[in-house]
């Protein structure tokens, strides 16, 4: 059975600090790999999709390896902002279909 | 060009009712997948539409249940309500095609209480 498990599940930085966020998974056959960023009250935002045959990806300042063998990614994100402030979650599939299978989440704090 | 839309935002209900759940895919995509968020599971996968069929499903007891419409909006209902149901609900929709390719937009979820 696959489990995600992220780490740490709390941060608080300054403002302007570089941060990496961590994601592992028990099972390395996973078809894809998905971070998102969940706000106070709403829903979940897709930041990033790697899929299983790729290392990385890459939007603005958020970078997204992936390293299949370890069973880890991690995501990166430059220069942070009080806006970056939520939750950030990864989650994998295991085959062509649409179930994600999610960690529980690092909440984020990017303190002015 | 109009985000998922999930109805009401907010219930509150009493242990052994029923409740349903709306969601509104964006337009022209086809899938529809729900799920659960609570404090102590996080998020959990519920089942998935397609094309008014379930094509995926969680392991989540019988209570739980979807439909799709023609129009892809989906429903699901939950019967003989518990305290632990009480969480928030997801729906997800994304285009037709490999996963792989498509993004899954999710809505801001509906915020179920059971008391």
């Known amino acids: 059975k696959q489990e995600v498990t992220q780490i740490p599940a709390a941060l608080s930085v300054p403002e302007g600090e570089n941060l990496v966020l961590n994601c592992s998974f028990t099972?390395?056959?996973?078809?894809?790999l998905q971070w998102f960023r969940q706000d106070p009250g709403k829903g979940l935002t897709s930041l990033l999709l790697?899929?299983?045959?790729?290392r990385e990806q890459t939007s603005g300042r958020l970078n997204a390896s992936l390293d299949k063998s370890s069973g880890r990614s991690t995501l990166y994100i430059a220069a942070s902002q009080p806006g970056d402030s939520a939750t950030y979650l990864c989650?994998?599939?295991?085959?062509?279909?649409?179930?994600?299978?999610f960690g529980s989440g690092t909440r984020l704090l990017v303190r002015p | 060009k109009a985000g998922v839309t999930q109805t009401p935002r907010y219930l509150i209900k009493t242990r052994g009712q029923q409740v349903t759940l709306s969601c509104s895919p964006i337009?022209?995509?086809?899938?529809v997948s729900w799920y659960q968020q609570t404090p102590g599971q996080g998020l959990q996968f519920l089942f998935e539409?397609?094309?008014?069929?379930?094509?995926n499903k969680g392991n989540f007891p019988g209570r739980f249940s979807g439909r799709q419409f023609s129009n892809s909006r989906s429903e699901m209902n939950v019967s003989t309500l518990e305290l632990g149901d009480s969480a928030l609900y997801l729906c997800?929709?994304?285009?037709?095609?490999?996963?792989?390719?498509?993004?899954?937009?999710f809505g801001a979820g509906t915020r179920l209480s059971v008391l």
């Open positions: 997800a929709s994304s285009l037709e095609g490999f996963v792989a390719k498509n993004i899954q937009y």
């Open positions: 099972d390395s056959a996973i078809y894809n």
């Open positions: 790697i899929q299983s045959s790729q």
């Open positions: 989650a994998v599939t295991m085959d062509s279909s649409y179930k994600l299978i």
């Open positions: 337009s022209g995509h086809r899938s």
């Open positions: 539409y397609f094309s008014e069929t379930q094509r």
